[in-house]
């Protein structure tokens, strides 16, 4: 495999396979997990947290800001490595390379060619994998062997940023926002062949991913677009509601919306926090606003609502804590100022982070204050995806590499 080199060797004990091999349950095999919603169900936190984790492996895959893919013992990257964007199946236990399928395509420019590899991560499912690269390339592949089984770019425009939202596999159907700030698209295609079976046209495209929800009897496909959030039903991509969100000074809508049953949380960079409750009624929906908290502001960090309390990571960097039934903030910090990039999983007991200077992050779920659990070092360079908690491992991708660590 192309520009891969294996650092360390994993144990080999038998105990390990078996864990490698284990349960869905234990798999995150998109965006935010199984569910998106950022809880890692297989996860088995440890009664005390050490000082540091013990690496199994390390191997080089090329630059990249996504998180890998773990379906089936099998870990899925995507980066890109010279003038190609390269989807790559590494074994999970060992760092071993499976198969690599890459196509050429040209990086960002401007100011965004400082981050040079895909921004949207991969997805697993139903045998397949699905990515969606910096210029808007579809790519559906056999998650067995690597076959191709279609790719699609014809829509060539991109946000100022460049793509970064990550697909969503759903009923058969491979959801992606595409196009640009002035000619956005969300689009449903069949995930067997390619083939179009909706468009939604209103709006530019963001980077926000999109989410599923669940109204009466109706499926909906909800995200954030350039300057709205929006509800699409799933069946033909009509939009059911939307609600104006429009980005300030040089931002964008970049977070992932949280539902609860059938309240949206959605937020924004310098706009805060919203929560808004859609109903269907008859053969419409409505959407009713329940509040809004402008105390902390996510720019790159969608929140994880874990015991009716949501946890964030705002703008400046700090950690904070809202009451999802009244909108009031917990609590907050004032001064940790990590930066704006950062990730949130629910690992059970604790709240995991990771943040770009590597730094894995663990604290308690509270509503009274912050706590720190631990702070352990995971990457040598810096990591704007989520860390990948399942078992006793997790798997980090920082800008050029992949690494498995085991917590005893």
């Known amino acids: 495999m192309k520009n891969a080199t294996r650092i360390a060797l994993v144990s080999s004990s038998l105990i390990f396979i078996i864990t490698a091999l284990s349960a869905p349950a234990q798999d995150w095999p998109q965006w935010r997990g199984p569910n998106r919603d950022a809880k890692a169900a297989g996860f088995t936190p440890p ?10 492996w390390k191997v080089a895959v090329g630059k990249s800001d996504t998180t890998p893919a773990l379906a089936g013992g099998k870990l899925f990257v995507f980066s890109r490595q010279d003038d190609s964007e390269v989807i790559q199946c590494l074994d999970a236990a060992t760092g071993a390379g499976v198969w690599s399928n890459k196509y050429d395509v040209a990086a960002p420019t401007g100011p965004p060619a400082r981050h040079p590899g ?24 056999d998650a067995a062997s690597g076959k191709l089984l279609w790719r699609k770019d014809d829509i060539k425009d991109v946000p100022n940023f460049f793509t970064a939202m990550s697909p969503l596999v759903v009923n058969g159907l491979c959801i992606a926002q595409l196009g640009g700030k002035s000619d956005g698209v969300v689009i449903a295609c069949d995930l067997a062949t390619g083939a179009e079976q909706w468009k939604w046209t209103g709006d530019g495209a963001a980077y926000a991913s999109p989410v599923l929800m669940e109204a009466g009897d109706a499926k909906l496909v909800v995200t954030q677009t350039d300057k709205r959030v929006v509800a699409l039903n799933l069946a033909d991509g009509k939009l059911v509601w939307d609600a104006p969100f429009v980005p300030q000074g040089m931002g964008g809508n970049f977070d992932t919306p949280v539902v609860d049953g059938q309240t949206i949380i959605y937020t924004g960079t310098g706009r805060g926090t919203v929560a808004v409750k859609l109903a269907k009624e008859g053969d419409s929906f409505k959407g009713t606003p329940l509040w809004t908290n402008t105390d902390n502001s996510p720019q790159y960090c969608t929140p994880v609502l ?26 907050s910090e004032t001064d940790a100022k990590r930066g704006a990039f950062g990730s949130i999983v629910d690992a059970g007991a604790v709240l995991v982070a990771l943040t770009p200077k590597s730094s894995l992050i663990v604290f308690q779920p509270s509503d009274t204050a912050y706590t720190q659990v631990a702070a352990i070092k995971v ?28 917590i005893n």
């Open 118 to 141: 895909p921004r949207s991560s991969p997805v697993v499912a139903d045998g397949k994998v699905v990515t969606l690269g910096v210029r808007g390339t579809l790519s559906c592949l």
């Open 379 to 406: 990457a040598d360079g810096s990591a704007y995806g989520y860390p990948v908690l399942a078992g006793n491992r997790v798997f980090v991708e920082d800008d050029d590499s992949v690494t498995l660590w085991t």
């Open 306 to 331: 874990k015991n009716g309390l949501i946890f964030g990571l705002s703008q400046p960097g700090n950690f904070y804590c809202i009451n999802a039934q009244t909108g009031k903030t917990a609590w």
């Open 47 to 56: 009664a005390s947290w050490p000082q540091q984790l013990n690496l199994k």
